[in-house]
């Protein structure tokens, strides 16, 4: 096989192991963050985000989620292996060896503290803090229930890293997109550990649909997305946006509501639609809505 063709394979093997399409899920709330602080607090040029802090801030999302998707797959190889749905993951199968993982992961840190440099000093000291809340995300179904939340987080953090990134500072409003991301990731997480059941019954691990039961476990994130959704409301109040951004909270409401009706306790099998297809509708059209809200802003 030709060496090119080689090294495609193995950047297809990368990409796969980091689930890198699944960057749409937060990179569009964090990018909404960075909208809102250039215009609320009038930053160059014209109230907008320059090129070079987009493009750093999305520098820095991708490499962080990348190291924690890695160390994710580290510290999981061997639920990995055991677990009949991702016993064909990367490192489980040997397509990729331990020691490139941990390299991998090195190398997307250090990425990530490059792109934070690049932006502003409180971004670099707070970096630290961001790569612990996203590696230690990857411990918590050992011990609690409600290592989704730990998930949300870990992505929710976002918005408020992206507001510091243009402004240096930041405003304590961004900490309700936060808790509504938060809320938002939870959720579907919980949908999706509804397949993992069985397993971690067998495996010792913890998780809201095998302490509550399916059915109700699809109950509680139906309260989470409530939440969620209750949240964005409260925070397009809080920056009195306009008309754009209600729609756009009324549009990811109703992705929302049709997410939870593909999944049924007794019927899992469309799952995977509602996890991947439906939460990057809602994530895309959160800032397609809310760039446009911005757009028209009267600051």
Known sequence: MPDSAIQHGRI?????????????????FALTGALLAARATHQP???????????????????????????????????????????????????????????????????????????????????????????????????????HLFLGLALGVAPAAAWIAITGALDLRMLILCAAVTLWVAGFDVLYACQDVDY????????????????????????????????LCWLAASFALPWPAWLGVAVAAALLTYEHSLVKADDLSKLDAAFFAMNGYISMSFLLFWGAAAAVWKV
């Open 12 to 28: 297809r093997t990368v990409l796969e192991m980091i689930k890198f399409e699944h960057s749409v899920f937060a990179l569009p």
């Open 45 to 147: 040029p014209h109230g907008w985000p320059s090129v070079q802090q987009v493009f750093w801030i999305v520098v820095a999302m991708v490499a962080a989620r990348s190291a924690a998707m890695t160390v994710n797959r580290i510290v999981d190889l061997r639920y990995d292996r055991e677990n009949p749905r991702t016993a064909q993951r990367a490192l489980a199968t040997g397509a990729l060896s331990l020691s490139f993982a941990w390299l991998f992961t090195v190398a997307a840190v250090a990425i990530f503290f490059v792109a934070a440099w690049q932006l502003n000093p409180l971004a670099l000291k707070l970096a630290p803090v961001a790569i612990a809340i996203l590696f230690f995300y990857s411990f918590t179904k050992r011990f609690t229930n409600w290592s």
């Open 200 to 231: 971690d019954r067998r495996a010792g691990l913890f998780s809201i649909p095998k302490r509550f039961g399916i059915a109700n476990a699809l109950l509680i994130a139906r309260a989470l997305h409530v939440g969620a959704v209750a949240l």
